[in-house]
């Protein structure tokens, strides 16, 4: 015993102090004589807790006195810094059981009550009783980590210079693609090679809560939930050698692919003209979600991101299952219920949806934010609704209508603007359909450019191929209005005399002998209107595509791919 208790705190009937027991408080100098303590201390109180976790056992449960006494000597432990010391100390958990603090959760999301219960999954969560302080103090994890644990995302790029910094690496990637089109023209070129057959870029201006969020403490990641972004969605799942390949600045998985478009290394990185923390999240077959990931570069936005790992990856199905929806702010602006609204207003669009996305999808966000401190790209401005809505109508007016002619897997684009009241629109659609044997041709087609590097790389001799197929456009712009256009497309891949020492140079500059036409056939039914007569015979402009339009003329009635 002592003669004063344990600051804010009785520890009886485990230790008593004289205020404890009035009677004996007018013999104070009697107890000081005969050894008493003049009072209690943080590690009498540890004693008590060992105590009372003895008593208990494994599965007995706190009384409402020992939970105070154990909350009370918990906080003096780290008022008077004795935690580190301390050996098997135990905490309450919100089912009163003690358990050492590797077995507690700290609940730092404040998730809907239900979605977890106390000894579901074996998970035991700090009593609410307990400060923050004491949890931050005694390690407890947060919910946030362990129900969405994260892995570090390095970024892989080869240094020009011993000192060379990731940022001024992205500059130098994408210093020639400005912030224009080019933008959607890689991002498309990249789910063209992705096998994907659609991909829709939205210009989002929602605002998002940010409660439940992976680290709802960080406020440049809750920041980010209050930005307007560019959502750039494709229907085909990543997979993990996609992840890795994004995070190889001028890499990627591609380098040693000629037969993909975007071959050379630069794809994914004309984001950074929008934004300087691109996200994704990846969907499996069948649509849950399955990572999700973020790039941060600058070091300014994601929680724990460092020059080493400026990224993170968060698997989304774990041993908990599904931990999207106890995350219900982060994933607000990937919630496809969102592509359900948009696909009701352009049916063609989102279609895999009611087939339960059978090849899986990714969605992309752009959030209009720059660094503070430094920028990906340092003379790049913070992008704007407004600047995006005219790069929208720019694609759409400039190169929409023809640039489905020689993709090889994409046959459907939109953009679509959802408002601040999220109310959505569509600011124009392009789709390219072929009848049965036009996509069984260009099936077979794309097969044999899949095989070909190898043969040719060889030196070996080849074998030309080729396709010949109708295509029919369609345009529909944001006033609704549709146009639609008949093709014949022709493919060539490989001519039988080229020489073997040309081939091995041209495969070292990941070149292929590859060529295209497409022609507009005449609608002959309207041939009666003079007004169509007189405009069909004047020339059709024919562009220059390397599979999507370049900003050249052929000077030729055809439009010519290579």
């Known amino acids: ?6 600051e804010n705190c009785s520890l009886a009937p485990y230790r008593y102090s004289l205020q404890d027991a009035s009677c004996l408080r007018d013999h104070k100098a009697m107890w000081l004589e005969s050894g008493v303590s003049k009072c209690l201390a943080a590690e009498d109180g540890v004693e008590v807790v060992h105590e009372i976790h003895s008593s208990l056992g494994q599965h007995g449960t706190l009384s409402h006195e020992q ?17 580190p010391s301390i050996p098997n100390f135990v905490l309450p ?20 009550k239900g979605l977890i219960k106390e000894d579901e999954k074996s998970l035991y969560f700090l009593h609410k009783s307990v400060t923050a302080e004491v949890a931050r103090y005694f390690s407890i994890q947060p919910l946030s980590i362990k129900v969405a644990p994260s892995e570090a995302l390095e970024v892989e790029y080869e240094s020009t210079g011993p000192h060379e910094s990731i940022t001024h690496r992205i500059k130098c990637l994408v210093e020639d693609y400005g912030d224009n089109i080019d933008v959607f ?34 406020s440049n990641w809750r920041k980010l939930q209050h930005v307007p972004s560019l959502l750039v969605f494709n229907n085909k799942k990543f997979t993990d050698k996609d992840i890795t390949g994004i995070a190889q600045l001028g890499k990627g998985t591609k380098d040693n692919s000629p037969e993909t478009i975007g071959r050379f290394g630069i794809g994914f990185n004309v984001a950074y003209h929008v934004t300087d923390c691109p996200m994704f999240v990846s969907h499996s077959e069948g649509g849950k979600p399955e990572n999700f990931c973020t790039f941060d570069p600058t070091l300014q936005f994601v929680p724990g991101s460092d020059k080493y790992n400026p990224g993170k990856r968060w698997m989304l199905q774990g041993h908990l299952g599904d931990i ?13 219920e969102t592509l359900k609204k948009l696909s009701s207003i352009c049916p063609q669009f989102f279609q895999d949806s009611s087939k339960k996305w059978p090849n899986g999808f990714v969605l992309f966000r752009l959030p209009f934010v720059r660094g503070e401190r430094k920028r990906c790209i340092k003379e790049a401005k913070e992008m704007t609704t407004e600047n995006m809505k005219d790069l929208f109508l720019s694609f759409c007016s400039n190169i929409g209508e023809n640039c489905l002619l020689f993709l090889n897997s994409v046959r459907k684009i939109a953009f679509f603007e959802i408002s601040e009241k999220n109310k959505c629109s569509l600011l124009g659609s392009f789709t390219a359909s072929l009848d049965k044997k036009g996509t069984q041709g260009s099936a077979s087609f794309r097969s044999e450019m899949l095989s070909f590097p190898s043969s040719f790389k060889s030196g070996n001799q080849i074998n030309s191929s080729s396709a010949v197929y109708e295509v029919t456009t369609q345009t529909i712009d944001r006033h609704s209005n549709t146009q639609r256009q008949q093709w014949v497309v022709s493919k060539r891949l490989g001519s039988n005399d080229i020489s073997p020492e040309l ?36 020339k059709p402009k024919g562009m220059v595509y390397c599979y999507l339009p370049l900003p050249h003329a052929s000077q030729l009635p055809v439009h010519v791919n290579g």
């Open 503 to 538: 081939q091995i140079k041209a495969s070292q500059c990941s070149f292929l002998p590859f060529g295209g036409v497409a022609a507009s056939v005449p609608d002959f039914t309207k041939f009666m209107d003079p007004k169509v007569v007189k405009k069909s015979t004047q």
């Open 185 to 218: 023209k890689e991002l498309i070129q990249n789910a063209d090679d992705a096998g994907a057959s659609e991909i829709v870029f939205i210009l989002d201006q929602r605002n998002f809560k940010d409660k439940t969020l992976f680290d709802p403490r960080h």
């Open 93 to 112: 958990s919100t089912a009163n059981y003690l358990k050492s603090p590797s077995e507690l959760i700290y609940d730092d999301q404040y998730l809907e």
């Open 67 to 83: 939970l105070d006494i154990v909350v009370s000597v918990a906080n003096q432990v780290v008022k008077y810094k004795k935690g």
């Open 324 to 336: 999207s929806e106890m995350f219900e702010d982060q994933m607000a602006p990937f919630a496809t």
């Open 1 to 6: 015993c002592a003669l004063k208790p344990l």
